[in-house]
Nanobody, 126 residues
Framework: VQLQAFGGGLVQAGGSLRLSCAASGRTFSSYAVGWFRQVPGKEREFVAATDGSGEATYYEDSVKSRFTISRDNAKNTVYLQMKSLKPEDTAVYYC????????????????????WGQGTQVTVSS
């Protein structure tokens, strides 16, 4: 599967953005998809993930009440709706996919997704 993330941009603190992760392939619903972010000089970190159906979701604690991950398998797209953005949310955001069941990924290695897209920059100004 090939992934492409887009939708980043510059937004003021308190604002909203929706990121999209578009995937190729006919069996997209078989893949768990996660969103991650990275700032220069720091390790990439987990943000949110969803299983193939979109029914199961997991979030990093700092975004749990502000971000929502969802998917539209008919469009081969996973979304990350981000609200109440903070300057510390500034990062390059990446999406990733894997056919391993999501519960296995999040309990063993949340970074262990096999397929990664290029990043999209999100900048939140104060």
């Amino acid at each position: 599967v090939q992934l492409q993330a887009f939708g980043g941009g510059l937004v003021q603190a308190g604002g909203s953005l929706r990121l999209s992760c578009a995937a190729s392939g006919r069996t997209f619903s078989s893949y768990a998809v996660g969103w991650f972010r990275q700032v220069p000089g720091k390790e990439r970190e987990f943000v949110a993930a969803t299983d193939g159906s979109g029914e199961a979701t997991y979030y990093e604690d700092s975004v749990k009440s502000r971000f929502t991950i969802s998917r539209d398998n008919a469009k081969n797209t996973v979304y990350l709706q981000m609200k109440s953005l903070k300057p510390e949310d500034t990062a390059v955001y990446y999406c990733a996919a894997d056919r391993t069941p999501l519960i296995v990924i999040v309990t063993t290695d949340p970074m262990g997704f096999s397929y990664w897209g290029q990043g999209t920059q999100v900048t939140v100004s104060s």
